[in-house]
């Protein structure tokens, strides 16, 4: 069974501030997506990393997938408080198409 | 283009009882999935339609989960009887290619409350 921790699971910070979600496995994945849900909707994907020491930049989020693809992390840069949501990573192994999550990080970012 | 959509939004049910969830995804999208994700854990895969056929359903609890996908477009989930830990939310997601770099796309979940 994969899993995926994801820290923190809570993230409380101020408008301006820099924060990173983790993400990580012991199991390689052929891709990794993130996505951010907010209350009463579902996942909306953020990106999709496939290969190894992958960066992709969104505006002010900034993804890498790990070199061995294990594991990723997303940057923010001066969060604002319209980044407030939960974030959730994903991993989809080669051989089954279903998407292994993580517990999700809650980021909440204060005007 | 149209979302996924998921019928209904919510349900509130007793134990013992049956509930159909519906889930359409986006049109010309052949891989349907079904995810579950129950209070304080995280989002659980149950199964994996290719049009009309179950690919994968290893992710499903037991058999009081029974999931259809009839001509290929939209699917239902039926939990007959429904049990207390039946409780959570239901996503459904679907894409259009397989392989790496496929990219699910997520319906609005539905809320399913057994009491």
């Known amino acids: 069974t994969q899993l995926l921790e994801q820290s923190p699971q809570f993230l409380s910070i101020q408008e301006g501030e820099n924060l990173t979600v983790y993400c990580n496995s012991s199991?390689?994945?052929?891709?990794l997506q993130w996505y951010r849900q907010e209350p009463g909707e579902g996942p909306v994907l953020l990106v999709t990393?496939?290969?190894?020491?992958e960066v992709k930049k969104l505006k002010r989020l900034t993804f890498q997938f790990g070199d061995a693809r294990k594991d990723s992390s997303l940057h923010i840069t001066a969060a604002q408080p319209g980044d407030t949501g939960l974030y959730l990573c994903?991993?989809?192994?080669?051989?089954?198409?279903?998407?292994?999550f993580g517990s999700g990080t809650q980021l909440t970012v204060l005007p | 283009e149209a979302g996924v959509t998921q019928f209904p939004s919510h349900s509130v049910i007793e134990k013992g009882q049956t509930v159909t969830l519906r889930c359409d995804p986006i049109?010309?999208?052949?891989?349907l999935y079904w995810y579950r994700r129950v209070m304080g854990k995280e989002i659980k895969f149950l199964l994996h339609?290719?049009?009309?056929?179950?690919?994968?359903e290893s992710g499903m609890p037991n058999n009081r989960f029974l999931a259809e996908r009839t001509g290929g477009t939209y699917s239902t989930l039926k939990v007959q009887p429904a049990e207390l830990e039946d409780s959570g939310v239901y996503f459904c997601?679907?894409?259009?290619?397989?392989?790496?770099?496929?990219?699910?796309?997520f319906g609005p979940g539905t809320r399913l409350l057994v009491l």
């Open positions: 997601a679907s894409s259009r290619h397989r392989g790496r770099g496929e990219t699910q796309y």
């Open positions: 199991s390689v994945f052929s891709s």
């Open positions: 990393v496939v290969t190894g020491g």
């Open positions: 994903a991993g989809a192994t080669g051989s089954a198409r279903q998407l292994t």
């Open positions: 049109s010309g999208h052949d891989n």
């Open positions: 339609f290719v049009k009309e056929s179950k690919q994968d």
